[in-house]
């Protein structure tokens, strides 16, 4: 309890309590609005599954995001779902080819921007039998993910481009064995696949 004696006027005491009294306030109203972890959660926050794994990639200051995805891709066994800006990386082109002719059922879905470029990917894949469709309807189709047997997802800014490869910074993520972040990547590539037209 404050002491009206420690003060050398009224004044001042007066002073002291309001600034007590507001931090009393605060504090009552940072507790009501500080949601525990499960309301948060609640707000729309999705919790990783406890199996989930991850591995990043940051060209070029850490591991390289096309030896990621090549690695990746090779041990894809049952299917694979692409969405791409650019794509125009040869090594990555030819390890989705492999994929394929391994019997990977691919699906890729790319920009209107690589229909009419030069030297994408849209016609090798589709050389190689790759079923390859073009999202149009939104100015761009600026996503960058790549699915695997439905088990992990990639995604992050590293275009599939020798540029975000050899130029670029760039960031890229791998997910693993979370169930619920893979449907919600492969709804949305469901979604847009249903908007797109064959190639």
Request: hydrophobic share 45%; glycine share 4%.
């Amino acid at each position: 309890m404050v002491r009206v004696s420690a003060f050398p006027s009224p004044r001042l005491f007066l002073t002291a309590l309001i600034g007590l009294a507001l931090s009393a306030s605060a504090a009552t109203s940072l507790a009501r609005t500080d949601k525990p972890p499960a309301a948060a959660l609640a707000a729309g926050y999705q919790a990783f599954s406890p199996r989930a794994s991850y591995r990043l990639c940051f060209n070029p200051d850490g591991d390289s995001c096309e030896a990621l995805l090549i690695e990746t891709l090779r041990a894809t066994r049952r299917t694979l779902h692409v969405q791409a800006y650019y794509f125009t990386s040869a090594p990555l082109a030819q390890a989705v080819k492999q994929a394929k002719d391994r019997g990977v059922e691919v699906q890729v879905i790319l920009d209107k921007s690589q229909v009419n470029d030069k030297y994408t990917s849209a016609t090798f894949l589709k050389n190689a039998g790759v079923p390859v469709f073009i999202d149009a309807k939104p100015a761009i189709a600026h996503n960058k993910v790549m699915i695997f047997d439905g088990r992990a997802v990639f995604t992050g800014s590293y275009n599939f481009t020798k540029s975000a490869e050899k130029r670029n910074t760039e960031n890229g993520l791998l997910i693993r064995d979370d169930a619920a972040l893979v449907k919600a990547y492969l709804d949305n590539w469901k979604a847009r696949f249903a908007l797109s037209e064959p190639y």
